[in-house]
């Protein structure tokens, strides 16, 4: 399992979709109008040489939605659901994971 799964894992467990059809990996069809996309960070996660298995970094979480109020209001509760301390998931000892920074809306490209 990867850090990537285990957020997604912790999405849905909060009641925030579900895999495959409203939180994606990686890649969110362009036909699904509101979802969550789970994203890892390009230059991927940082290795401690000193400690074998431990991860350092972070990684993104996108609304999609229609609306802009409802795309801010899930943003918080994914903010919220992924506010976490000392969790085990599915093999993932999480020690701490917390919000960096606040959400941002991007509008769609209108064509001229």
């Known amino acids: 399992m990867s850090i990537t799964d285990a957020v ?3 999405l849905q467990a909060a009641g925030l979709g579900q895999p495959g059809s409203t939180i994606f ?5 362009e036909r699904v109008k509101k979802c969550l996309l789970v994203l890892d960070p390009l230059e991927g996660f ?3 040489e000193d400690l074998p298995g431990y991860l350092k ?9 229609t609306d802009y109020q409802s795309a801010m209001t899930v ?8 506010n976490l301390h000392r969790l085990n998931v599915n093999g993932i000892e999480i ?6 920074h606040a959400p941002i809306a991007y509008r769609i490209p209108t064509a001229k």
């Not at 990996?25 to 069809?29: E, G, Q």
């Not at 020690?95 to 960096?100: P, V």
């Open 8 to 10: 997604v894992d912790l």
């Open 25 to 29: 990996k990686f890649h969110a069809p």
């Open 46 to 48: 940082q290795l401690d």
């Open 57 to 65: 970094g972070s990684f993104q979480v996108v609304v999609r939605d």
């Open 75 to 82: 943003a918080k509760q994914v903010s919220d659901a992924l």
């Open 95 to 100: 020690k701490r994971m917390r919000a960096t």
